[in-house]
Each structure stands twice: as structure tokens, then as C-alpha cells.
């Protein structure tokens, strides 16, 4: 399938599509373009990245929510498959994305869709959004525990802890805020686990005990016991 999507042309007739002033015309491309870039990442060349990307960052605005999932989709995936395209557009998007997340009058659908674009985004620029991660953290946290998918949510969890690794340090502030999601303990894989229990140990090492005591007792009684015999 993937030699005829390349000879075939369509992306020209996309772009036409994506610049329609139809919304459901642009929902529709924009669907298109996160399936594509998906499942034929070697069919998106530079050109046709540099023509979609602009169009995306237009309709990043939470008016028209079908549409503004589209575009979260497709943002994300065009990411992971083809990172050097995304990169010159990287920080209006994240911007963009995170006051579509902080705005109230989003919809609860919309949020859960930006804050996995924004895991894969730190999936794919750990260096660049590492800086930025206390615009974000907190809130991607508590929304990626509501994801159903479990493949998509380990994913989007190992993709914040993509930046957390790289500096740790700089987490630490928003430690108690991570923690309290409780993302890490709904995915039950030792790596993650892992992941959680050197950042407890970041934080003693860092904080003394004392400030994370305090937190746990907030928690749930398993759960504190856990993290304070971590």
C-alpha cells in the first residue's frame, strides 16, 4: 500500500483539503494525515510536512474539538515518524498545547488528546522540552491516568519519563505533583517501577525526607506505606 500512497499523489490533494474552509473537510485530511503518518511514515516528504505543518498549527485552538483532536493526532504522530519536520514549529506547538490543556472550557476529550501530543512530543524532543516540563507535567499526568488504551499510555509514560531522566533535578519541584497522579502505579511494569523509585530516592537525596513524609500522608494508605519505604 504503501508504494501506490506514494505515486499516487494524494498529499497534493490533501493539502488542498487542509486548507479548505470547511472544518469537517480539515477534521477529515487531518485524520487522514495521522493515519498516514502512522502507518506510512516513509510516504510524508519535506515538502509535503512543510505545507501541512503550518496548517496544523492554525487549527490548534480548542473551539472545534473534533477538529483540534485531529490535529493533536496528527501532530503527535508526524512526531515520532518524522521528528526533523515537526522541530522548526516545535515551540509554538507545545504552547499552543498547553493553553488548550489549561483552558476550562476545553473538553475533557480534547485535553486527554493534547496531553498524549505532548507526551510524544517529549518522546521525540527530550532535549528541547525538557526545559518546559513544568508548564505540562502536572497536568499530562493527572489526564494520561484516564487513557484506556494501555499501549498508548505506557507509551505516553515512558515518554514523560523520557524528560525526567535527562534531568531530574529540574523535576523535583513538581515531584509531589507527579507522585500524587499516581500514573507509574497503574502501569505495573518493573522498568517503570524502576523509573518512580529512583526519583523517590532523587527526591530524599535532594529534599530530605521530611517534605515527602508530609505528602504521604495525603495518600492512600498502600500507597504511602509504598513510597515512604521506597
Not at 504552547?95 to 510524544?120: G, Q, W
Not at 517534605?211 to 500507597?223: A, N, Q, Y
Amino acid at each position: 500500500m504503501e508504494p501506490f500512497v506514494l505515486k499516487s499523489g494524494i498529499y497534493n490533494l490533501m493539502y488542498e483539503c487542509a486548507s479548505d474552509p470547511v472544518p469537517e473537510v480539515r477534521q477529515a485530511t487531518f485524520y487522514l494525515l495521522a493515519h498516514f503518518a502512522k502507518t506510512y511514515s516513509n510516504s510524508l516528504s519535506s515538502n509535503d510536512a512543510s505545507f501541512f505543518l503550518p496548517l496544523l498549527v492554525e487549527d490548534l485552538h480548542p473551539v472545534m474539538t473534533a477538529l483540534c483532536n485531529n490535529v493533536t493526532c496528527a501532530i503527535g504522530e508526524v512526531a515520532l515518524t518524522s521528528p526533523a519536520y515537526v522541530k522548526p514549529h516545535l515551540f509554538v506547538i507545545s504552547a499552543k498545547l498547553v493553553e488548550i490543556m489549561d483552558t476550562p472550557e476545553t473538553s475533557e476529550s480534547l485535553r486527554l488528546s493534547t496531553a498524549v501530543a505532548i507526551a510524544y512530543l517529549c518522546y521525540a524532543f527530550p532535549v528541547e522540552m525538557a526545559p518546559m516540563k513544568h508548564n505540562f507535567l502536572t497536568p499530562c499526568s493527572s489526564l494520561l491516568v484516564q487513557l484506556s488504551h494501555r499501549k498508548v499510555k505506557d507509551f505516553a509514560l515512558r515518554a514523560l519519563f523520557n524528560i525526567v531522566h535527562a534531568k531530574p533535578r529540574g523535576l523535583l519541584q513538581d515531584f509531589v505533583d507527579l507522585l500524587g497522579a499516581r500514573i507509574h502505579w497503574l502501569i505495573l511494569l518493573d522498568d517503570l517501577t524502576q523509573a518512580m523509585n529512583d526519583l523517590i530516592h532523587h527526591h530524599k537525596e535532594f529534599y530530605g525526607a521530611g517534605l515527602l513524609l508530609r505528602f504521604c500522608k495525603r495518600l492512600p494508605p498502600t500507597l504511602s506505606q509504598r513510597v515512604a519505604n521506597t
